[in-house]
Every structure is written in structure tokens, then in C-alpha cells.
């Protein structure tokens, strides 16, 4: 079964049937009562997919070197979750590390089957006891995040080569003005503007508001004439759509629209993506003074923890500060013995 969220459909996820059916009371759970978006019950369904994956290996019921996607989970029980102990969630993180899963997925993993195993023992009381209880990997280190100086970003900016200059344009635009994830980027219809603002659909579907720069103005006033006079254009109320087809542009192309204007500005096999654009407009907006909380808000950040990490960046600015002074190269100069000094007994 597909695990792929359609753009044009971000309301929506698979109606997901290879799993077991206590499995797919949670992520019914995460949809209605929750309301998570539908991209977090996606990643929730792979995590859980995979972990009863590994069980069905563990318990002897599926050979070790079959394909993944042979192994049938549907006839999984309750009888058969309650068996699951602290070591299989250990033994599975540790597989997923040899899998070569970094910090930071067996977190997610773990999240999921800590989701999982809780609704089990308090909604619907199904468990008596939770094997992930007081189980945890510690905060993974977190890594500074990678961004696109001022420069930079203008060279982007001034380097497009496209057969839809004022579209891919405007994406960039918003993706170093605006800071908004991709997912929230593809999603966005032509309602979702008022006067100077845009509405954002963040995780979990939570809404915001960030106000748009004469930049974004400017950019959206290029675009849609251009987009209006498209000949073939299905999604009417999408912001962002295919030239081809009419429809609304998916993540992936998306990403290749992106790729492909870093390759031309010279900026390519740098690590930079969508993800990394948010980075960016996140980072110079701070560099330039931007208040951590007004931040925070302009992100969709769940905490300020989460933005904090763009501290990290100012504290850098100050050690190149200092390292940038005249003396800063100066090398050590060691005393000078008795006899090199002057005494100047004779001038007493």
C-alpha cells in the first residue's frame, strides 16, 4: 500500500489496512479526536508499520531475510501486543540503529510506540502495563541548523532559470521571507491571503497568521496574472500549480524546482533544500533583531525551546567577532631572561 500523501489532497491520508486493527484504532484516534494532520498519522502508520514488522520477525512468524512488504500484520492481536515486553522496544531501537536509524529517528520511533502502547493502557484499556514506561534515549544532540547567508540568498534569487521565471521566483520568495515549512508551502490556497497576511496551516493543523514583506507582495503580484492566464489550469484554488498539468505542484516537484535554482546559482551539493530555505529566512530574520518569541510565532513553533537553537548562530557572529580582531593572530610572546634585560642599574 501506498504511504504517499497526495498535495492535492492534504486532508486526507491512505485508508491504511495493512496493520492491525488496534493499530488503526490509534491513528482513528490521532485523526478525530486529536486531530493530528494527516502527514503525522502518516509517520506514525510507517513507525508502527515497521515495529510490527520486526515483532512478526521476533516472534518467528515471518523469516528474517523476507521483504518487508511481504510480511501480513493484519492478523496481529491483542492477545499477541500484550505479549511485548521493554527488551522488544529496546531490541527494535536497536535494530533501527543498525539500520543505520540516527538519533533523532529512533526518537520519532519511539514517540510513536510510546503514542501506541499509551492509548492502549489509558483510552481503551487493552494493556495493564506500558513497555515503553520510563523508557527514553535522551535528547539527541541537536546540530546547528544549515542556512543560506544574504548573499547567497540574493544570488539565488538573481540566478533563475526556469520556463516559469515568475512562479519559481515567488516560491523562493516565500521560503526566505516567510520561513514556512514545504508541506505548508504546497497546501496554500489563493483564500488563505488578506490584504498583507497569509494563513499558514501548520503541524497539527494549527493556523497562523505571518504578515507579508513588499517582497512577497511584489513577487505574488508577478506570479498570479501568470498563473491566471494559464490555458489548462484543474486546481483553481491552489497558489502554486503545475504549467504542465494545471494542478497543484507536490512536494517532490517542489524540491526539484529548488535544486535545480541552487544548481544554477552555484549553490548545489551544499546540502541545501525547502527545509534548509526555512533555515535561512528563520536565521536573518534573527540576525536582524527579530524578537525570539515573534519568531517563534512567525515559525509555528510548538515551544521556544525549538527556536532557541538560532541563538547558536549569534553566539557564532560574536566569536568571529572577536576572532576578527587586528590582534587576534598575535602569537605568544614568551618573558625575557635576566640577561636580556635591561636593569638600568647605571642610570640610578
Avoid at 502508520?45 to 510480511?71: H, K, N, Q, T
Avoid at 526555512?278 to 510548538?302: C, F, N, P, S, W
Amino acid at each position: 500500500m501506498s504511504s504517499y500523501i497526495d498535495a492535492a489532497h492534504p486532508d486526507r491520508h491512505e485508508p491504511y489496512r495493512d496493520i492491525p486493527d488496534d493499530v488503526i484504532e490509534y491513528l482513528h484516534y490521532l485523526d478525530i479526536v486529536k486531530l493530528r494532520s494527516p502527514r503525522t498519522i502518516n509517520g506514525y502508520y510507517l513507525d508502527l508499520r515497521g515495529f510490527f514488522r520486526f515483532m512478526m520477525v521476533s516472534w518467528g512468524l515471518a523469516a528474517a531475510d523476507a521483504p518487508a512488504e511481504s510480511i501480513p500484520l493484519e492478523q496481529i492481536t491483542t492477545r499477541q501486543i500484550r505479549t511485548i515486553r521493554k527488551r522488544d522496544i529496546l531490541n527494535y531501537l536497536d535494530y533501527a540503529r543498525s539500520n543505520e536509524n540516527g538519533a533523532k529517528a529512533r526518537a520519532r520511533k519511539l514517540s510513536a510506540l510510546r503514542g501506541f502502547f499509551g492509548y492502549l493502557c489509558t483510552q481503551v484499556n487493552k494493556l495493564d502495563e506500558n513497555p515503553t514506561e520510563n523508557l527514553s534515549l535522551g535528547s539527541p544532540k541537536k546540530a546547528l541548523p544549515k542556512y543560506l547567508t544574504k548573499d547567497e540568498s540574493l544570488d539565488l534569487l538573481n540566478n533563475i532559470q526556469s520556463d516559469f521565471y515568475e512562479r519559481d521566483y515567488c516560491i523562493l520568495t516565500l521560503f526566505l521571507n516567510c520561513g514556512m515549512r514545504l508541506a505548508e508551502l504546497i497546501t496554500m490556497n489563493l483564500g488563505d491571503f488578506r490584504d498583507d497576511t497569509i494563513r499558514i496551516t501548520g503541524k497539527g493543523n494549527k493556523e497562523r497568521l505571518v504578515y507579508l514583506n513588499s517582497a512577497c507582495k511584489s513577487a505574488l503580484e508577478h506570479y498570479l496574472p501568470k498563473r491566471a492566464a494559464l490555458p489548462n489550469l484543474k486546481d483553481q484554488q491552489a497558489l502554486f500549480v503545475s504549467k504542465r498539468t494545471g494542478k497543484r505542484l507536490s512536494a517532490r516537484r517542489v524540491e526539484q524546482i529548488v535544486a535545480h535554482c541552487l544548481q544554477t546559482a552555484g549553490l548545489d551539493g551544499r546540502g541545501y533544500s525547502p527545509h534548509k530555505l526555512r533555515h535561512t529566512a528563520a536565521t536573518l530574520m534573527y540576525q536582524g533583531g527579530v524578537d525570539m518569541l515573534a519568531l517563534k510565532e512567525i515559525l509555528g513553533h510548538e515551544n521556544v525551546s525549538t527556536t532557541q537553537i538560532y541563538t547558536h548562530i549569534n553566539q557564532q557572529q560574536l566569536r568571529k567577532a572577536v576572532e576578527s580582531s587586528p590582534l587576534a593572530d598575535t602569537k605568544y610572546i614568551p618573558p625575557k631572561t635576566p640577561s636580556e634585560e635591561d636593569t638600568g642599574e647605571e642610570d640610578r
